[in-house]
């Protein structure tokens, strides 16, 4: 019995299957890897919309409960919040900014593109939504006219 084991040869595998083990591997990860970018941009984009929400959401409740007026103004790939009766006049002023490749592609607010708070108040005097993109994916943030802000993915 021992002699047999001696005589037996061990085998391994050859460089053919090897090979197509490997090509096997590299067509999955071809097609899984753009997939999961993908998702890791979208769930970024997701993210930005829901700092966005929370801000605007967070200005509301600032306004209302302190008494004073304010907004958000919404730029190019940037939004501000804002105390006062406009950007212009702005007494305290917040500035977000998002990556390059991160921009509002539409703003369809009802006064331009700021939302704005009166002193007090929670509903907004302007109001409406707009789209946050990476060139891929779309995020509409809205705030309707009596003041409930949230965020949809388009």
């Keep these: 019995m021992v002699r047999n084991l001696k005589t037996k040869k061990l085998q391994g595998f050859s460089l053919f299957e090897l090979l197509v083990t ?3 591997l ?10 999961a970018v993908n998702k890791a941009q ?3 984009l997701e993210s930005y919309a829901s700092q966005l929400a929370t ?14 007026t304010g907004g958000v103004a919404i730029g ?4 501000t919040l804002f105390d006062g009766n406009s950007l212009a006049e702005a007494t305290d002023t917040d500035v977000r900014r998002y990556p ?3 921009s509002f592609t539409s703003v369809s607010i009802q006064n331009g593109d700021t939302i704005f708070f009166n002193n007090g108040e929670f509903k907004p005097v302007s109001y409406g939504s707009l789209t946050l993109t990476d060139g ?7 705030i309707n006219r009596e ?3 949230g965020y949809e993915k388009l």
Excluded: A, H
């Design 22 to 24: 490997m090509g096997i």
């Design 26 to 35: 590299m067509m999955l990860s071809f097609l899984v890897f753009p997939v």
């Design 42 to 44: 979208e769930s970024k």
């Design 55 to 68: 801000d605007i959401y967070y200005q509301q409740q600032r306004c209302r409960f302190k008494n004073i």
């Design 76 to 79: 190019g790939n940037s939004y």
């Design 100 to 102: 390059t490749n991160i």
């Design 136 to 142: 891929t994916n779309y995020i509409e943030i809205y």
């Design 147 to 149: 003041g409930l802000v």
